[in-house]
């Protein structure tokens, strides 16, 4: 049974990952293991995208649900440059990156359908603990200096919860 701070019974940590982060939880990437949160860095195939990584994870002494309802990333003008993709679209755009390495790509994707938070969001039929990324998705590069609302609906009777970051990444 998890530890769980939260008088609803369900703990939901948002927290934001630097690229060393990512390294760390999902590793390091070409030719080592296949990591779907770093961008395509390769001498052939220009970076068309850069990625915002988020990780969640959700602790609950009991059957719950928990989805991201939305995400995105503004510049200091207000202006949206980063969203957040849901899984297949994820999927899609790695895949486009690697085309034709098959059993690169078979692996990669393989570890976006483990990795990346489900399209039905997190359901728990009972008590414990679930972690998944998404990542924010953006033209190459990123302005520095981003702010970055998540609200992320939890429970039955959907709860919002408001998170705020400030990243530069």
């Not at 990625?51 to 609950?60: G, L, N, T």
């Amino acid at each position: 049974v998890p530890t769980v701070h939260d008088p609803s019974g369900v703990d939901v940590n948002v927290t934001y990952l630097t690229p060393r982060e990512v390294k760390i939880y999902y590793g390091l990437g070409i030719p080592f293991n296949p990591n779907p949160y770093l961008p395509a860095n390769r001498l052939l195939v220009q970076q068309k995208y850069d990625y915002i990584v988020f990780r969640v994870e959700v602790a609950s002494l009991h059957a719950t649900s928990v989805r991201v309802y939305s995400a995105s990333a503004v510049d200091a003008q207000g202006r949206v440059v980063a969203q957040m993709y849901d899984q297949k679209r994820f999927a899609g755009i790695t895949k486009s990156t690697y085309a034709s390495d098959t059993e690169y790509l078979s692996q990669l994707s393989l570890r976006v359908e483990q990795t990346y938070l489900p399209p039905s969001g997190i359901n728990m039929a009972k008590e414990g603990r679930r972690t998944y990324a998404f990542a924010l998705v953006g033209d190459h590069p990123l302005p520095k200096d981003l702010k970055v609302r998540i609200v992320a609906m939890v429970g039955s009777n959907p709860t919002p919860r408001e998170y705020d970051f400030e990243v530069n990444p």
